[in-house]
């Protein structure tokens, strides 16, 4: 996953595993990493917003 990550440029890596966040954070805090949980919850705060 983080070898697509990389390829493509990404700019956020979004998971359901938290063991696979939680290594990421500490092998790779370069990586900008978030639970989907968080993210779908953030991104929809942002849609009210507008």
Request: proline content about 2%; aromatic content about 8%; charged content about 35%.
């Amino acid at each position: 996953m983080l070898e697509i990550y990389i390829d493509a440029g990404a700019e956020l890596l979004v998971s359901t595993d938290q063991k696979l966040l939680d290594q990421l954070k500490r092998s790779f805090p370069e990586v900008r990493a978030q639970e989907l949980e968080e993210f779908v919850r953030s991104y929809l705060t942002r849609l009210d917003r507008s």
